[in-house]
């Protein structure tokens, strides 16, 4: 097992079961009888670079959050062992992901650029909550490679666009099963508070294992708002930073904006290192990468919108463009 194997495995461990500061002195939650649809949608065209849709282009998922409680005996007792009390939910998320690379318009991509690959996953988690922080576990099953329907999708939208086919997907990452687990922890710590103005900070620790990517990610969300307890920060698809679906209003009409940063170690990502059984397109991944997000949200009426711009350093050393950059939107309802 290499050091940087173990150090994956030990940051899962602790995303799992790092205590929380005053812990246990937090009074626990009172139930949320209500469960949180959130459909959102990741992509690069919005970006103030010139490179735009390109890398990863699109991320595309629709989640649910259960009401807290009423969870069946096993996960209630899965979730009691791996953190003690809390108001905790299950969740399941469907998601699709879209890479391509700089040169979109050859049919055989040059040699190190990132390959074309789609990604179509289910995952299945258990969160719980404290005042003070929210530990997530998930597990994730699905299918890499043409059968998850990356050319139609993507072509097919542009085409009901106007704009060009992207034609090099004859040449993408092959048909593999994929699975990927991930333990995260966010803190929310809160700092002064100004005439109405709150703020807080979201400290986060996140690791990931599976055949889609090895990596370790930790980092910081700072917000300034009202009704900031609702919730641990704006949802993302992984890797990234995300708050989680699941959000309890604490007033009638609660908004904040946000800004933070991340930094990862990676040890392997399908996209970039390529086909896991067999040898095809790949890039020469970096070992470690960061981003920057900022954005807001607001809730309102048992809904929450939120929106973030992420900007990312390099992935693989041949990249081009300087930091690539995507916009995410989601909605969420609470029923």
Not at 44 to 49: F, I, K, L, P, Y
Not at 75 to 103: C, F, M, N, S, V
Not at 232 to 259: E, N, Q, T
Request: net charge positive; proline share 5%; glycine share 14%.
């Amino acid at each position: 097992m290499t050091l940087l194997r173990f150090l994956l495995l030990t940051g899962l461990g602790c995303a799992c079961a790092l205590p929380a500061p005053g812990a246990a002195r937090a009074a626990p939650l009172p139930a949320d009888p209500a469960g949180v649809w959130t459909l959102q949608d990741e992509n690069a065209s919005v970006s103030s670079n010139k490179v735009t849709d390109r890398y990863y282009t699109n991320g595309l998922r629709l989640g649910y959050a259960s009401p807290t409680g009423g969870l069946p005996a096993g996960l209630a007792e899965t979730a009691q062992k791996l953190w003690g009390d809390g108001a905790r939910r299950w969740t399941i998320d469907l998601t699709h992901q879209l890479h391509t690379p700089y040169d979109t318009k050859s049919t055989v991509a040059p040699r190190g650029d990132y390959p074309y690959s789609a990604i179509m996953m289910a995952t299945g988690g258990l969160t719980s909550d404290t005042a003070t922080h929210r530990s997530a576990l998930t597990v994730g099953i699905g299918m890499i490679g043409p059968s998850a329907g990356g050319q139609s999708m993507q072509n097919g939208f542009h085409d009901l666009i106007g704009q060009g086919r992207n034609r090099g997907w004859g040449r993408q990452i092959g048909n593999e099963p994929v699975v990927q687990i991930t333990s995260s922890r966010v803190y929310r710590v809160k700092l002064v508070t100004v005439g109405p103005l709150e703020t807080d900070l979201l400290p986060d620790l996140t690791a990931g294992v599976g055949t889609v990517r090895d990596y370790i990610e930790t980092g910081m969300t700072v917000r300034l708002g009202q009704g900031l307890d609702a919730d641990f920060g704006v949802a993302r698809l992984r890797p990234g930073l995300s708050g989680g679906d699941g959000f309890r209003p604490s007033r009638d009409v609660g908004w904040y904006v946000f800004a933070g940063v991340d930094g990862q170690a990676v040890l392997r990502d399908i996209t970039i290192d390529g086909d896991v059984f067999r040898n095809g397109p790949h890039a020469k991944r970096q070992v470690f990468m960061g981003e920057a997000q900022g954005g807001f949200g607001l809730l309102v009426l048992g809904a929450r919108v939120t929106y973030t711009h992420v900007v990312q350093t390099e992935q693989f050393k041949s990249q081009k463009g300087g930091l690539h950059q995507f916009g995410s939107l989601a909605v969420s309802v609470r029923f």
